[in-house]
């Protein structure tokens, strides 16, 4: 299966090694149609943004790139999930300008109060070598994921079931109604086929994405592809598949 885009990748501007320009031109190195600049929130703690700012001059530099390049480049962001009712660390207004939306949950981040620091981020970190606490955390973890994609135009859930436990047959529920997309992390190794059995159950959408931290990552797709060839998943349902889906869905100015 073909993938025409890389659509999760982060630069210099949150914790990535390359700048927008080294991850674009590896973009056109390996081919691609379409790669996404989807740097970290602000609240991400020692990976987020410096400020918002940067999703805006993101935005000017990757129009100077297409001008240049043959590909198209958008501008997106990884947002952070900062509390058990879905909040995101990316304001509305903010992601009004943005091509795309990714949004996923991460152990180290600035929640909005203090009570879910204690009650919710810092046991999911002591659950990342307990699987007892793991557990335990599900509900809460598939609750506040949930209600991101029920709050926010989420494109693409980042990783699920990485750092954080979830029900992924709960949320797959969940990305079907609201047309958005699981992802199938190329850049991290865990348990993919459980992501995409439970897309393939409910029918949610599914993104094949290299989370790319370095320029060398970008558009590094292959074990992706492989493993939906491998669980014969309808290529319709593979929103970066070649042919699919134009890159033009993703513009939102």
């Avoid at 390996?30 to 989807?38: N, P, R, S, Y």
């Avoid at 943005?98 to 203090?114: T, Y």
């Avoid at 994921?145 to 954080?164: F, G, Q, T």
């Amino acid at each position: 299966m073909q993938l025409w885009a890389d659509l999760h990748t982060h630069t210099v501007n949150s914790d990535g090694r390359g700048t927008i320009r080294e991850n674009v031109e590896a973009a056109v190195q390996a081919g691609l149609k379409a790669v996404a600049i989807t740097d970290h929130g602000p609240r991400g703690v020692g990976i987020g943004v410096k400020n918002l700012s940067v999703y805006r001059e993101s935005g000017l530099e990757a129009a100077r790139l297409e001008e240049e390049l043959p590909v198209r480049v958008l501008v997106g962001a990884e947002a952070n999930v900062t509390g058990t009712d879905g909040s995101l660390d990316i304001p509305a207004e903010v992601v009004d300008g943005l091509d795309l939306l990714v949004a996923g949950l991460h152990p180290f981040v600035r929640p909005d109060h203090g009570a879910e620091a204690l009650s919710w981020l810092v046991p999911n970190q002591v659950a990342r070598v307990s699987s007892f606490v793991r557990e335990r955390l599900r509900a809460g973890n598939t609750k506040a994921m949930a209600e991101a994609v029920r709050k926010y135009p989420v494109d693409i859930v980042s990783h699920p079931n990485l750092m954080l436990a979830v029900d992924l047959d709960e949320l797959a529920r969940v990305c079907s109604r609201y047309d958005t997309a699981m992802e199938i992390n190329t850049g991290h190794h865990y348990n993919k086929d459980d992501v995409a059995r439970a897309a393939i159950r409910h029918g949610a959408l599914i993104s094949v994405n290299s989370d790319a931290h370095t320029p060398s990552g970008v558009g590094a797709l292959s074990t992706g592809g492989a493993l939906l060839q491998r669980m014969n998943v309808p290529p319709n349902q593979v929103i970066n598949t070649r042919g699919d889906f134009p890159v033009g869905k993703f513009r939102r100015v």
